[in-house]
Structure formats: C-alpha cells, structure tokens
C-alpha cells in the first residue's frame, strides 16, 4: 500500500538557518503529494501541493519538488522564522480514492 | 482555501458516555469527508471514509459500532464516539474534499475520557 516516510525530528534551528525536511514515498498510480502543518492545538493547514512530477509547490517561502525518479518530495525554506515552528507533515493523495496518507510529522522549533 | 468548521474544540466526558463531534463545510459541498485520529506526538490515523448518503467505509481495526459516523448532507458529518472510555481520548481531526479538489481540514476535537 502507500507510505510516506518523512525524516524524523524533533528539528531545531536558530532564526534565519535554511530548512530541509526530507519526504519520500511509495505509491502506485500517480499520487498527488502535500505538505501541511499544524500549529499546537489546531488542525492542518495545506501549506502547498504538487500534483505530477517535476511541479513544484510553493508558499510562504516555502518549496518542495515532485521527484518522481527519486521518489521524494523534500520540504525546503532559505529563511525559518519563529514563526515557522510548528510540526510539519508530508503526506500523499491517491488518484483512485482521494485517501491522504500521513508521514509521522516533524516537529520543528525556531529559536530566535 | 474553503472552510471547515469542527465542533465542539474540545470535549471532556465521564467514561460510558457518548460524544457528538460536527463537521461541517461552510462554503462548499463537501462529496466526501474524512475522520482522522492523532495520537500525541503521532501522525494523523484514518479511521473512515464517508459520502454523502451512504455508509461510512472504516480502516481496517478501527470499531464501526464504536466510532458511529453519519454523514446525513452535502455540508455535515457527525462522528460519535460511543460509551466512551479513556482510551478513547485523542485529537480528532475531519476533513472535506469535493472530488479531485484538495482535502481542507477542520481544527480538530480533543476529547478527553475521565
């Protein structure tokens, strides 16, 4: 079935330090791929999506690329703010059933 | 992005009871709509699939009579958790798509069991 596999945190970084968070999955078909976050207490937020390879989703600063060859979707800023902090989840979509399958998360902390 | 509205944020309850969590699309007609439950510090676990209409579909170990979901329109899904017990507690999370168009998320429900 379909995974997602995401690095593991927590990620800890001063404000301004550059951001990777690594993605990869397994899937048949051809998936859409998503990044969301979640502040404490709250739902999900869609923070940007890729629906075929080599798009390439964008928002707030932040990308990630649809790599079919590699099977990845890393999660990148060159700037994390305070703000950023929160837990970040990768996670795909399959064509046939619309079902969103979840990565672990990773939590990340911006220190001022 | 449209909304999804979930009710109530947070809920505490005595053990044997039950417990009504809403969603509820407020500017689209949700096709689909699913319920999802996080453990602390976990991902998100999707527990059922439901369409307008007609009966949920649940994961595999997730106990339909347990986790009652009702999906009566085009805007509205309940998810009852029935004669509650501790273990129960959790964040639960729902989410509306209208066919191929993305899955937007409500803010979740803590539900505590005492």
């Known amino acids: 079935g379909d995974s997602v596999t995401q690095m593991e945190g927590p990620v800890t970084l001063s404000e301004e330090a550059f951001l990777t968070i690594n993605c990869t999955y397994t899937?048949?078909?051809?998936?859409?791929l998503f990044w969301y976050v979640q502040y404490p207490g709250e739902g999900l937020q869609l923070l940007l999506k890729?629906?075929?390879?080599?798009d390439k989703g964008s928002n707030k600063g932040f990308e990630a690329t649809y790599r079919k060859e590699t099977t990845s979707f890393h999660l990148e800023k060159g700037s994390v703010q305070v703000s950023d902090s929160a837990v970040y989840f990768c996670?795909?979509?399959?064509?046939?059933?619309?079902?969103?399958?979840f990565g672990k998360g990773t939590l990340l902390t911006v220190n001022p | 992005g449209a909304v999804v509205s979930q009710h109530p944020s947070w809920v505490i309850c005595k053990s044997g009871t039950s417990v009504k969590i809403e969603c509820r699309s407020l500017?689209?007609?949700?096709?689909?709509m699913f319920w999802y439950r996080q453990f602390p510090k976990q991902s998100l676990m999707l527990m059922a699939t439901?369409?307008?209409?007609?009966?949920?579909?649940?994961e595999q170990g997730v106990e339909k009579d347990k986790f009652l979901i009702n999906h009566a329109s085009l805007t509205l899904s309940t998810l009852t958790v029935t004669s509650a017990h501790p273990e129960d507690s959790s964040f639960y999370i729902c989410?509306?798509?209208?066919?191929?168009?993305?899955?937007?998320f409500g803010q979740g429900t803590r539900l505590t069991v005492v």
């Open positions: 989410s509306a798509s209208r066919g191929a168009t993305e899955a937007f």
């Open positions: 899937a048949t078909g051809y998936p859409s």
């Open positions: 890729a629906t075929k390879a080599d």
């Open positions: 996670a795909l979509r399959d064509s046939s059933n619309y079902k969103l399958t």
């Open positions: 500017d689209f007609q949700a096709t689909t």
């Open positions: 439901s369409n307008e209409g007609s009966k949920a579909t649940y």
